[in-house]
T-cell receptor, first 119, second 111 residues
Framework: DTGVSQDPRHKITKRGQNVTFRCDPISEHNRLYWYRQTLGQGPEFLTYFQNEAQLEKSRLLSDRFSAERPKGSFSTLEIQRTEQGDSAMYLC?????????????????FGPGTRLLVL | AQSVTQLGSHVSVSEGALVLLRCNYSSSVPPYLFWYVQYPNQGLQLLLKYTSAATLVKGINGFEAEFKKSETSFHLTKPSAHMSDAAEYFCAVSGGFKTIFGAGTRLFVKA
């Protein structure tokens, strides 16, 4: 099975440290999304890539957050100077879409997530 | 702008009973609607999606949902609950560049 994978699955860090998460989408998928999910809430959109281009960023994504998808395949999400409020599950999803706006009809396939705890 | 409201953060049913999870949406454009399920420590899995082809949508694991434009609703049902249905369920709406998720409803199934 070549579904979406994320690494690491869990990360515990101290406040002020930098962390980086990786997402490997389904191989033929050209769109990749990052979401953040806090306890008792649904996923919140963070950012979106079509191939290697980052086309949309949520206002939730502060300057401490940066995401890349350098070759249009895997993506990384880095959080600098982590804060306790960054503690959450970070979910990655991928989809295949040729035309039209993202998320409109396509099915997004989610990875298992990376759970971050900032102490 | 789009939004989703899931009525009831927790729903408890007996095994074999009807499952009804409620979702109301708001959208300024014709919406695409989704139901996802999330098991503990896992990502989200698509149950079904509405894309205007038919108002009654059948999904996996015996779930279905009916799109009612007049009520702006997209409730999820299953005739007979199984223990394995215990999970968190998310309704979502998309009509633009991103998908908006509801807060989720946790389904408990009693033996």
């Amino acid at each position: 099975d070549t579904g979406v994978s994320q690494d690491p699955r869990h990360k515990i860090t101290k406040r002020g440290q930098n962390v980086t998460f990786r997402c490997d989408p389904i191989s033929e998928h050209n769109r990749l999304y990052w979401y953040r999910q806090t306890l008792g809430q649904g996923p919140e959109f963070l950012t979106y890539f079509q191939n290697e281009a980052q086309l949309e960023k949520s206002r939730l994504l502060s300057d401490r957050f940066s995401a890349e998808r350098p070759k249009g395949s895997f993506s990384t999400l880095e959080i600098q100077r982590t804060e306790q409020g960054d503690s959450a599950m970070y979910l990655c999803a991928s989809s295949l879409r040729d035309t039209g706006p993202p998320g409109a009809q396509e099915t997004q396939y989610f990875g298992p997530g990376t759970r971050l705890l900032v102490l | 702008a789009q939004s989703v409201t899931q009525l009831g953060s927790h729903v408890s049913v007996s095994e074999g009973a009807l499952v009804l999870l409620r979702c109301n949406y708001s959208s300024s454009v014709p919406p695409y609607l989704f139901w996802y399920v999330q098991y503990p420590n896992q990502g989200l899995q698509l149950l079904l999606k509405y894309t205007s082809a038919a108002t009654l949508v059948k999904g996996i694991n015996g779930f279905e949902a009916e799109f009612k434009k007049s009520e702006t609703s997209f409730h999820l049902t299953k005739p007979s609950a199984h223990m394995s249905d215990a999970a968190e369920y998310f309704c979502a709406v998309s009509g633009g560049f991103k998908t908006i998720f509801g807060a989720g409803t946790r389904l408990f199934v009693k033996a």
